[in-house]
């Protein structure tokens, strides 16, 4: 059976398989690895794993070494180039005229790679900028776009729960998230209140919306009519954590508001509605 070792490239990216062939590693350790794009170095944060036929990821490339002094030294020498390299790419954008904003640079191990993100809200023909980017920086360019959402994982921020944003702490992909999850959970629908730094929709939406839309099937609609123990009354409030309904009872001619378990009324069930309004299905996904 195939044996692997987990590896990330940075903090927060996703782990991926390697070969370690007859080496043996600990999670910490830096090593460098064959990626399509030339030795990379990454750290291991899955030590040596036996895995079957059937979990081993198709065309695994190796483990080439554990890093050296001299690989780490490299690294380092790299790190500190990235500041260089991104003001220098903002330096040409703007003496070419290009309305590119460049956010950050990456720039490979062995210095031979510079990856730069940047942002455009137009298409712009950057051909002349890669030329020149190149015979300063001396390595091969690659520029990437970069949206809203992969700004703020890139460069980090903290949302409105004080909290680092969690496609920077620890969300490996961008999951869907639609209006629909924030009118389930009972949620303010105004854009300021549900949406993130990134000014889409708050990746938190999606986390307990399962339970949410379990318990919202089992609930009365707001405004509704139901029957409780003590009479006919209208729903004024809902609480899908407790499973409570607080209502609005007829009681001899006058009005008194009763708090009952849900499983205490009748009323119809809640049916899917096939043609509910696009807005409430559109999803976050449109700029990847």
């Given at each position: 059976?195939?044996?692997?070792?987990?590896?990330?490239?940075?903090r927060n990216a996703k782990t991926y398989s390697f070969d370690p062939g007859d080496l043996v590693f600990e999670a910490g350790e830096k090593v460098i690895v064959d990626t399509q794009k030339g030795n990379e170095m990454g750290e291991i944060v899955t030590a040596n794993i036996v895995?079957?036929?059937?979990?081993?990821?198709?065309?695994l490339k190796k483990v080439v070494r554990k890093a050296s002094s001299r690989d780490l030294d490299l690294a380092k020498k790299a790190k500190e180039s990235e500041p260089r390299a991104l003001k220098i790419?903002?330096?040409?954008?703007t003496a070419l005229g290009l309305g590119l904003k460049f956010i950050s640079a990456e720039v490979s191990f062995d210095c031979k790679r510079v990856t730069l993100f940047f942002i455009s809200e137009d298409r712009v023909d950057f051909r002349d900028l890669?030329?020149?980017?190149?015979?300063?920086?001396?390595?091969?360019i690659e520029l990437r776009q970069l949206y809203e959402r992969d700004d703020v994982k890139l460069r980090g921020s903290l949302g409105?729960?004080?909290?680092?944003?969690?496609?920077?702490?620890?969300?490996?992909?961008?999951?869907?998230?639609?209006?629909?999850?924030?009118?389930?959970?009972?949620?303010?629908?105004?854009?300021?209140?549900?949406?993130?730094?990134?000014?889409?929709?708050?990746?938190?939406?999606?986390?307990?919306?399962d339970y949410y839309a379990e318990v919202f099937k089992t609930m009365p609609k707001l405004n509704g009519k139901v029957t409780t123990p003590d009479g006919s009354a209208v729903v004024m409030a809902v609480d899908m954590l407790k499973?409570?309904?607080?209502?609005?009872?007829?009681?001899?001619?006058?009005?008194?508001?009763?708090?009952?378990?849900v499983d205490?009324?009748?009323?119809?069930?809640?049916?899917?509605?096939?043609?509910?309004?696009?807005?409430?299905?559109?999803?976050?996904?449109?700029?990847?």
């Open positions: 059976m195939p044996m692997i070792v987990g590896v990330k490239f940075d895995v079957s036929e059937e979990e081993c990821p198709k065309e790419a903002r330096e040409k954008a890669v030329k020149e980017l190149a015979s300063a920086l001396h390595a091969r409105m729960c004080g909290r680092e944003c969690c496609c920077r702490a620890y969300l490996k992909d961008f999951e869907k998230v639609t209006v629909k999850m924030a009118k389930v959970q009972g949620l303010s629908l105004n854009p300021t209140k549900i949406s993130g730094i990134c000014g889409k929709l708050m990746c938190c939406l999606k986390y307990e919306n499973k409570t309904v607080t209502c609005k009872v007829t009681v001899d001619d006058t009005y008194v508001v009763k708090t009952y378990p205490q009324l009748s009323f119809p069930k809640k049916q899917t509605q096939p043609n509910e309004k696009k807005q409430e299905d559109e999803t976050e996904e449109d700029d990847e």
